[in-house]
């Protein structure tokens, strides 16, 4: 069955580095998405991405965030300048269609841990 | 998008069925309702999905009344490994980003 797949599966960096966090979709798929959860807090949207541009972006995903599918697999996200509260865990998702009710395949996702 | 509320948390027991209630006052013509399913440090992972009435699959019914303010997840004779938060979401063809509420955390006993 075909997944999502997400490296590294755990990242620890020093406050102020950049960190860039990949995400390979379904090869089919063509809507991306972002998403974080906090530890204990619930999962939070970030953007989605189709046709190599930014459909929509959450309040969360400031200047500090960028996103890119470099190649035809590849969709990463970068954070510039990491924060202490940039910790969490960072969800890649993919859907086949843009409609809400297509089903969004999530990755296993990379803990991220700022220092 | 409309606004769901569930039960932070719920206690079953082995070989139980386990009904969780997710109410969406608001919800608009062109809506439909999902559950998503959550264990510990992955991602959400589908499970079902229904405009009215009912729906069923290998995993899970979803019940909808006829004015869809509510919906209900059945699972069916839930084991430990059914251990895990639930989300109701509402979801539709004009956006396609899924926003999370707190879920139900469900607690599944020997």
């Known amino acids: 069955e075909p997944e999502v797949t997400q490296t590294p599966s755990h990242q620890v960096t020093q406050m102020g580095q950049e960190v860039i966090l990949r995400c390979v979709p379904i090869?089919?798929?063509?809507?991306f998405y972002w998403y974080r959860q906090i530890l204990g807090q619930k999962v939070e949207f970030l953007v989605s991405?189709?046709?190599?541009?930014?459909?929509?972006k959450s309040e969360i995903f400031d200047d500090q965030f960028s996103v890119e599918r470099p190649d035809g697999s590849n969709f990463t996200l970068k954070i510039r300048s990491t924060k202490l509260e940039d910790s969490a865990m960072y969800f890649c998702?993919?859907?086949?269609?843009?409609?809400?009710?297509?089903?969004?395949?999530f990755g296993p996702g990379t803990r991220l841990t700022v220092l | 998008l409309a606004k769901t509320t569930q039960p932070i948390s719920m206690d079953s027991y082995e070989g139980q069925e386990v009904n969780i209630t997710c109410s969406h006052n608001?919800?608009?013509?062109?809506?439909?309702i999902t559950w998503y399913q959550q264990f510990p440090s992955q991602g959400p992972r589908f499970i079902i999905q229904?405009?009215?009435t009912k729906v069923t699959n290998e995993v899970a019914s979803l019940f909808i009344p006829a004015d869809r303010k509510s919906s209900t997840l059945s699972l069916p004779r839930v084991s430990l490994s059914d251990t895990a938060v639930y989300y109701c979401?509402?979801?539709?063809?004009?956006?396609?980003?899924?926003?999370f509420g707190a879920g139900t955390r469900l607690a599944v006993h020997p």
């Open positions: 998702a993919s859907t086949e269609g843009g409609a809400g009710y297509n089903e969004q395949f």
């Open positions: 090869s089919n798929h063509l809507y």
């Open positions: 991405f189709y046709n190599n541009e930014i459909s929509e």
């Open positions: 608001n919800i608009a013509t062109n809506d439909y």
């Open positions: 229904g405009y009215k």
């Open positions: 979401l509402v979801v539709g063809g004009g956006y396609n980003k899924l926003i």
